[in-house]
T-cell receptor
Framework: AQSVAQPEDQVNVAEGNPLTVKCTYS??????LFWYVQYPNRGLQFLLK??????LVKGSYGFEAEFNKSQTSFHLKKPSALVSDSALYFC???????????FGKGTRLSVIA | DTGVSQDPRHKITKRGQNVTFRCDPI?????LYWYRQTLGQGPEFLTY????????KSRLLSDRFSAERPKGSFSTLEIQRTEQGDSAMYLC?????????FGAGTRLSVL
């Protein structure tokens, strides 16, 4: 069965520093991987996806993620964090086709000025 | 606003009452999904429609839950005889391609 793990409940970063939010997955076959962000009282917003192709994918708001098949990871990164990046981040995975998305538990990112 | 809209945003009900939520997807999206999110957890899949056909239901969707999408546009999620364990955020999403667009959700509190 497919699953996603976000090992950190909380990540604290100083503004201007690089940030990494970790995600590992377990799925047989080729995964479709996604990152979503959730701000208070808002729905989940799509950030980026990996379907196929380059292992480094770039998304919204300067975020990027690297697909690492050998480590079954898809960590979210940003070179320079902003206070406005503070939010709840979710990694999600599914198979090809239109199988349901499986989400991780989320990681709360706090960027401190 | 051309995003996914959900109504109501908040619902407080007493245990045993029935509640119904509505989701209006992005107009050209033929796929619609319902998820449930509890505190400290990621969204959990409940059910999925392609046009008006309900193609998949999670085991989380007990007999007290029913979802419809009668004309392939908006969808409703009804919970009958609500229980305190039903308290959660109910999220709707729609898609035309690989990624979903989510609404802001309906927060249900069962007292």
């Amino acid at each position: 069965a497919q699953s996603v793990a976000q090992p950190e409940d909380q990540v604290n970063v100083a503004e201007g520093n690089p940030l990494t939010v970790k995600c590992t997955y377990s799925v047989s076959g080729n995964p479709y991987l996604f990152w979503y962000v959730q701000y208070p009282n808002r729905g989940l917003q799509f950030l980026l996806k990996y379907i196929t192709g380059d292992n480094l994918v770039k998304g919204s708001y300067g975020f990027e993620a690297e697909f690492n098949k050998s480590q079954t990871s898809f960590h979210l990164k940003k070179p320079s964090a902003l206070v406005s990046d503070s939010a709840l981040y979710f990694c999600a995975v599914r198979f090809s086709g239109n199988t349901p998305l499986v989400f991780g538990k989320g990681t709360r990112l706090s960027v401190i000025a | 606003d051309t995003g996914v809209s959900q109504d109501p945003r908040h619902k407080i009900t007493k245990r045993g009452q029935n509640v119904t939520f509505r989701c209006d997807p992005i107009s050209e999206h033929n796929r619609l999904y319902w998820y449930r999110q509890t505190l400290g957890q990621g969204p959990e899949f409940l059910t999925y429609f392609q046009n008006e056909a309900q193609l998949e239901k999670s085991r989380l969707l007990s007999d007290r839950f029913s979802a419809e999408r009668p004309k392939g546009s908006f969808s409703t999620l009804e919970i009958q005889r609500t229980e305190q364990g039903d308290s959660a955020m109910y999220l709707c999403a729609s898609s035309a391609r690989e990624w979903r667009y989510f609404g802001a959700g309906t927060r249900l509190s069962v007292l």
